[in-house]
């Protein structure tokens, strides 16, 4: 967050998920992630995940 204050910026442009693997995409940090950098764009892959952790972030982006 203070990299971004020093650029004179509050969030991100966008937030790219590259894959719903639990390595790439964990649900808690996906939270904390929206709440504290604030994505106005969300990109993520657009197969169905597998994996708990994988559904559980989708849910949490809203398309479930």
Known sequence: MQELKICGLSGIS???????????????????????????????????PHAYSGRSSLKILGDN
């Open 14 to 48: 966008t937030l790219h998920i590259t894959s719903w693997d639990q390595d790439h995409c964990v649900p808690s940090q996906l939270e904390k992630i929206i709440q504290d950098l604030k994505p106005n764009k969300i990109q993520y892959p657009g197969y169905t």
